[in-house]
């Protein structure tokens, strides 16, 4: 085997196509998978607006837990034994307001843990725990 010892220092007037060739083919064929993808219509079914009037929001229970075991029904002080009766009435209203429990500092988890079940029991659906922020 016989290589040739001679460097030519003579310039390339030629571009070297094949990776751009390469580049183009794999344009070309992603262009055919996804041209049949974008032109498929979807067909879906949305909601329509309707005539009737929005729902009126209720606004939603207050529920604060004091570090001393006390209640307070939006504002208003509220017993242990008047809790149940006052979550099943909340509970039977055509829209079922949100129960919004707020525990101070220092509230034994007992005490917020027996509120939850109550509210459960009645049937509330929605409750919510608030932070401080």
């Not at 070297?16 to 979807?42: E, G, R, Y």
Request: no cysteine; aromatic share 4%.
């Amino acid at each position: 085997m016989a290589f040739s010892a001679r460097v030519s220092r003579d310039v390339m007037a030629q571009i070297n196509v094949t990776p751009l060739v390469d580049v183009l083919l794999v344009l070309l064929i992603i262009f055919m998978i996804t041209s049949p993808i974008v032109t498929h219509k979807a067909t879906m079914d949305l909601p329509q607006l309707s005539s009737k009037s929005p729902l009126e929001v209720v606004p939603p229970i207050h529920l604060g837990i004091h570090p001393d075991g006390e209640m307070d029904w939006n504002g208003t002080p509220i017993r242990a034994d008047q809790l149940a009766a006052q979550l099943s009435i909340a509970a039977s209203r055509a829209q079922q307001p949100a129960l919004q429990i707020e525990a101070a500092d220092g509230v034994a988890y007992d005490s917020v843990a027996r509120v939850l079940a109550k509210a459960k029991a009645q049937g509330l659906v929605r409750i919510d725990m608030l932070g401080t922020r």
